[in-house]
């Protein structure tokens, strides 16, 4: 392995100790008057938890905020389909929090691939998101006295996560888009909803526009702004089969990618444990089941591989309980990427159940013995509902079967501790940026993250960008950056729509997931990753001969949409892969087979690889060039993750 | 094994907003139980594309029953004949092998038809915007344990709060009334604390955009309850009411 000869990227860390960092920050940032707040127009694209935080807040704040969704309503970004929790050190339970202690699990949790700082900021502003949360009526689940109740979940040995019922996503969205609506009330917000962002518009070396498409009429739409908020979520998608929704997709990011911005660590991916598995060629996406599960389930598999008998019939002497066994002190409570390989040995090792062999069981009945039916219907009723509705069984009476799928995307385009790329101008939040989870996210730490990063980061960085910046206060859309962009765009649709091939977008999609899944999922190889990244490049070469799009532009084309995006996948794919070629090492969701222990854990390499692999493009079919971010760490020692 | 099934079905085919539409016959001969109801559609789409005709809209994206995109009447039936269910989580099970099924979009003057089985339900957007928030900006929050709610309280508000607003109480109204919708807002905020203050105003500004987007009156039929995905009981409604006449009457 040579030694590092990359160039090295500055994340502009303030100086000082950790824990003063923020608030040395907040002291001396740059402001931006209320007078001159309202002379600045904010793109804010995507409205999930960060996009909508951050476009309310600074509307509130005085800004001109232009927010975008692709959906139908800012409601439905899907941010919404988060079951479990979120994170915040508050301490409530009085089982020892701090704020040092949900920064350090977050850190081990990510595998000691995440920059200290914006971790320990983003432990640091948890409190608050509870606080703005509740103040929005949020209602979260309450114990008996009227106080917040928490739980515990994954990687963690306090609990630290607030939660309403299993659909916490959907109650803090709900919480965003209203008050996303009450500044739209107020005219501070213009929301633009059925709007994909198709690329980013920079001129004279800032970002200052992005160019959108209007899905119902087709129509190519040019908007100026002082910055642009990139809030567009994670490429889970890539994979084809992910519990993402079928509208989540890279293309905003891939095309900030292409014009300037650097895209850090894509391999690492987050498979999630209990996922409903796959029942057949037609399935469209893949279902979680909340890990906050794992509380009360205890996951198994039959001693005997093949053992054909139906759960009920297997003794407990015929069980292996693998997670308690191999990991007594967190046992069914480790992190996702454990748990998730844990299960693919399982499986591979042909103690798999149901038809498919490719699942796990997940079994309450001691808990419900212990619990009482009730107690357990009123944790999780709905997420029992949500299992019977899809398997047509009854998880009451029998163990769910569970399967690893891919959930979560902890790369992202990189960012500095500003949240801005290396376009300036462009910042990324939640998902979209590599920022916080290292190489592996914890359970209830993604809410977290998209709030923090709009309710209480951005106001202060944006006011810094806006207030150190000498912008052409005179640039228009008429700027020739903006025709450029948009006549690329309207190419790309008329070739779409022109080749008449014979393979639809979906056919398209399906085997570059088949690709992914297979050599860059659960467990990479050398071997592997080459012949995926050889094989991916050879898929989109076929795409753009043989890709079927039907139907025209000037109108509602879902079709359209979707061979766009996964002309962009195919793209990332082929960085996907090449970026866990280059890390010789295995941590977090990023497993080389070449590099574990004799056990079969993952084996980092610390010497070579603390650092943030970040790509810059260089031009199509050319090799992307590495800059790398050392990771330094002074407060924590690394150590190698044991959950033992 | 999964047993494999024929499905007939009838879409309804409308090109854009002042098109003519018409019901259209379709076979999907290779469906099977474990399928979605979504996902036959998208089979049926895949064969669309490859015969060179033009595929159905339809909006659809968690597919897990909680972002309220999906959303078309089948069979006659908001989301179809499952109760509690959206449709991207109907599955073939509920229907048998040679089923004739009609599928056609949420009908209501305030829901125009974008295209096929796509509506724009921007009108709900509006309603919220009208005062379905608690009018609070980021930053100076008290401490969220400094208010206690008791938990009977934060449990109803949950059980209003999970409306997804997919608009199925609408289409299933026979006078195509948001009162549904429009009161589990309502009551989410009113049963708490932090929402109570605002209850009254809130009431009259959605109620009155409730009208003004040109939807109907609530004359009890209950038919809302009956279809929304998520169980959203019609008592929101009386409290809606209460709120208005507490604000009308001050
Ligand atoms: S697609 Fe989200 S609720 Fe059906």
């Given at each position: 392995m040579p030694r590092a000869t990359q160039p090295v990227l500055n994340a502009k860390v303030p100086a000082g100790r950790l824990q003063d960092k923020w608030d040395a920050y907040k002291d001396v940032v740059g402001l931006v008057s209320p007078a001159n707040k309202r002379k600045h127009t904010i793109l804010v694209v995507g409205t999930g938890l960060a996009g909508g935080s951050a476009a309310a807040t600074l509307g509130g704040l005085g800004y001109k905020v232009k927010s975008f969704c692709i959906q139908d309503s800012a409601r439905r970004a899907h941010s919404i389909a988060a079951q479990g929790g979120i994170n915040a050190a508050k301490n409530y339970p009085n089982d020892g929090d701090t704020i040092w202690r949900l920064f350090y699990d977050t850190i081990k949790g990510g595998d000691y691939r995440a920059r200290e700082a914006n971790v320990y900021r983003l432990a640091q502003v948890s409190g608050n998101i509870i606080d703005q949360a509740v103040a929005q009526g949020v209602p979260f689940a309450r114990e008996y006295g009227g106080l917040l109740a928490n739980r515990s979940f994954g990687g963690a040995q306090v609990a630290r996560t607030f939660y309403a019922r299993g659909q916490t996503g959907q109650q803090l969205l709900l919480g965003t888009y209203q008050a996303l609506s009450h500044q739209i009330a107020t005219g501070n917000v213009t929301m633009l909803p059925r709007r994909e962002m198709l690329d980013l518009v920079v001129a004279d070396g800032h970002a200052r526009g992005i160019i959108t498409r209007d899905l119902v009429t087709g129509q190519l739409e040019r908007h100026v702004g002082d910055a642009v908020l990139l809030c567009t979520g994670g490429y889970g998608n890539a994979y084809y089969l992910s519990t993402n929704a079928k509208n989540s997709n890279v293309t905003a990011a891939w095309r900030c990618y292409k014009r300037g911005a650097y895209f850090a660590n894509p391999c690492f991916t987050q498979i999630h444990p209990t996922c409903i598995p796959v029942s057949g060629s037609y399935q469209s996406k893949l279902t979680l089941m909340s890990e906050s599960l794992r509380n009360d389930g205890r996951v198994w598999v039959p001693k005997d591989t093949g053992d054909p008998r139906p759960p009920s019939q297997i003794p407990e002497a015929d069980r292996d309980y693998y997670l308690e066994r191999r990991y007594p002190a967190f046992g069914n409570l480790v992190p996702r990427d454990v748990a998730s390989r844990a299960a693919k040995k399982e499986c591979d090792a042909g103690r798999g159940v149901g038809t498919t062999r490719l699942a796990v069981y997940l079994d309450f009945a001691q808990a419900i013995r212990r619990l009482g039916e009730q107690a357990i219907r009123e944790r999780y009723g709905n997420l029992f509902e949500m299992y019977a509705r899809i398997t047509g069984e009854n998880p009451y009476a029998v163990p769910m079967r569970i399967y690893p799928a891919v959930h979560y995307t902890m790369g992202g385009l990189w960012v500095d501790y500003e949240l801005q790329t290396t376009v300036p101008g462009l910042f990324v939040l939640g998902e979209a940026n590599f920022s916080d989870h290292g190489a592996n996210r914890l359970g209830a730490s993604a809410l977290m993250q998209g709030l923090a990063d709009g309710y209480f980061v951005i106001p202060y960085t944006l006011g810094a960008y806006l207030s150190g910046t000498a912008l052409n206060g005179r640039l228009t859309t008429s700027h020739d950056a903006f025709a450029q962009a948009e006549h690329a765009s309207n190419k790309r649709l008329r070739t779409l729509l022109s080749t008449q091939g014979d393979k639809t977008a979906t056919e398209f999609h399906r085997e570059l997931g088949q690709l992914l899944w297979n050599h860059v999922g659960m467990a990479r190889t050398r071997e592997g990753l080459e012949s995926a990244a050889k094989a991916i490049a050879a898929l989109r070469h076929q795409f753009w001969e043989r890709i079927r799009v039907p139907g025209e532009n000037g109108t509602y084309n879902k079709y359209l949409e979707f061979a766009g995006r996964i002309a962009d996948f195919m793209e990332l794919g082929e960085l996907m892969a090449r970026d866990a070629l280059a890390r010789e090492e295995s941590c977090g969701g990023h497993f080389r087979e070449e590099h574990q222990t004799a056990d079969g854990e993952a084996l980092r390499?610390?010497?070579?690889?603390a650092h943030a692999s970040a790509w810059a493009y260089t031009g199509n079919d050319q090799a992307p060039v590495e800059h790398r971010e050392p990771l330094t760490f002074e407060n924590v020692q690394l150590s190698s993750r044991s959950y033992k | 094994m999964a047993k494999s099934m024929t499905i007939y079905l009838r879409v309804w085919r409308q090109a854009g907003p002042e098109a003519p539409g018409r019901l259209v016959d379709y076979t999907v001969a290779d469906a099977n139980e474990h399928m979605s109801f979504l996902e036959l559609l998208d089979v049926l789409n895949e064969q669309l594309i490859h015969r060179g005709e033009d595929p159905v809209e339809f909006d659809n994206d968690c597919r897990e029953g909680i972002c309220g995109s999906c959303g078309v009447m089948v069979g006659g039936i908001a989301h179809g004949p499952q109760q509690r269910t959206a449709v991207c989580q109907l599955h073939m099970r509920a229907f048998k092998d040679g089923d004739r099924i009609v599928v056609e979009p949420f009908r209501a003057k305030a829901f125009p038809i974008v295209k096929d089985l796509v509506v724009d339900r921007s009108a709900f957007d509006r309603i919220i915007a009208a005062g379905g928030y608690v009018s609070t900006t980021t930053g100076g929050a008290p401490d969220a344990n400094a208010l206690p709610v008791s938990k009977e309280a934060a449990d109803e508000a949950m059980d209003y709060a999970a409306c997804i607003g997919c608009g199925a109480c609408v289409a299933a109204c026979p006078n195509a009334s948001a009162s549904l919708f429009t009161a589990a807002k309502i009551a989410h905020l009113a049963l708490l604390p932090q929402g109570s203050i605002e209850a009254p105003q809130r009431a009259v500004a959605m109620v009155d955009q409730m009208t003004a987007e040109g939807f109907g009156d609530c004359s009890n039929h209950a038919e809302c309850e009956a279809v929304c995905p998520k169980g959203i009981s019609v008592h929101g409604i009386t409290r809606m009411r209460r709120e208005y006449i507490k604000a009308v009457l001050r």
């Open positions: 390499n610390d010497e070579d690889f | -």
